[in-house]
């Protein structure tokens, strides 16, 4: 199934149970955008949020201007992966991250990992997230 306001193809075996909030896997051609880990300070290095749900959505924002740069759109996206500091807090505020997720990104939902990690550098950030994108 192509989706059409995007040049990927979602890669999902029919028989598999829908995949909810992600993609198993895209295919797609075009030009590679590959952002480092961003955290959720604001472009002045200040965490303005000092919650989970705050800090995620600063650091969507963060992906989402850097795509900026390169002429892309959250759409574009195609692979993420999100490193969090506490796992009970993340499932906790699945609601609230979800909200942050559509209000910066849409309803576009690339391949993704998440894992829980000891710290990050920064010791006031709780996540951060790398990201690929394929401009078409």
């Given at each position: 199934?192509?989706?059409?306001?995007?040049?990927?193809?979602?890669?999902?075996?029919?028989?598999?149970?829908?995949?909810?909030?992600?993609?198993?896997?895209?295919?797609?051609?075009?030009?590679?955008?590959?952002?480092?880990?961003?955290?959720g300070?604001?472009?002045?290095?200040?965490?303005?949020?000092?919650?989970?749900?705050?800090?995620?959505?600063?650091?969507?924002?963060?992906?989402?201007?850097?795509?900026?740069?390169?002429?892309?759109?959250?759409?574009?996206?195609?692979?993420?992966?999100?490193?969090?500091?506490?796992?009970?807090?993340?499932?906790?505020?699945?609601?609230?991250?979800?909200?942050?997720?559509?209000?910066?990104?849409?309803?576009?939902?690339?391949?993704?990992?998440?894992?829980?990690?000891?710290?990050l550098?920064?010791?006031?950030?709780?996540?951060?997230?790398?990201?690929?994108?394929?401009?078409?």
């Open positions: 199934m192509t989706d059409i306001q995007t040049p990927h193809q979602l890669l999902h075996p029919a028989s598999w149970k829908k995949a909810v909030g992600y993609a198993n896997g895209l295919m797609t051609e075009g030009r590679t955008v590959w952002m480092g880990g961003q955290i300070w604001t472009g002045d290095q200040v965490f303005e949020a000092k919650d989970l749900v705050g800090q995620t959505r600063q650091t969507l924002e963060n992906i989402v201007a850097i795509l900026g740069e390169a002429g892309g759109r959250p759409e574009h996206i195609v692979r993420m992966t999100w490193y969090v500091t506490d796992k009970q807090d993340y499932l906790a505020n699945l609601k609230g991250i979800g909200e942050a997720y559509r209000a910066v990104m849409g309803r576009h939902f690339p391949a993704m990992t998440m894992v829980q990690v000891v710290a550098i920064e010791d006031e950030a709780k996540v951060e997230i790398e990201a690929t994108a394929v401009l078409p």
